[in-house]
Nanobody
Framework: QVQLVESGGGLVQSGGSLRLSCADS????????MGWYRQAPGKQRELVAS???????NYADSVKGRFTISRVNGKNTVYLQMNSLKPEDTAVYYC?????????WGKGTLVTISS
């Protein structure tokens, strides 16, 4: 059984910053990609940012220039640095790691941005 564990969520005012982290609590072999998704109440879950095994990154248009995804070399660990936060960023953020045969998810961490 493998479980991803997210941390770093919280309540921040508009314009503030948060750094989310995610780590594999077990051991996942051959990670293909890592990513962060988010889901706001009443909305569909969406991809926020991803990073491939070779370091290629992808961002949702809504967060480009504000969020940065990164990983730790040699560790199944991924971060999401979130700057210039907006109320629209309020959501539960989920960590995802993918290998050839499985998708692994965390339980989510709540990010709330106040006006």
């Amino acid at each position: 059984q493998v479980q991803l564990v997210e941390s770093g969520g919280g309540l921040v005012q508009s314009g503030g910053s948060l750094r989310l982290s995610c780590a594999d609590s077990g051991s996942i072999f051959s990670i293909y990609a890592m990513g962060w998704y988010r889901q706001a109440p009443g909305k569909q879950r969406e991809l926020v940012a991803s990073i491939s095994r070779i370091g290629v990154t992808n961002y949702a248009d809504s967060v480009k220039g504000r969020f940065t995804i990164s990983r730790v070399n040699g560790k199944n660990t991924v971060y999401l640095q979130m700057n210039s936060l907006k109320p629209e960023d309020t959501a539960v953020y989920y960590c995802n790691m993918r290998n050839g045969g499985m998708d692994y998810w965390g339980k989510g961490t709540l990010v709330t941005i106040s006006s």
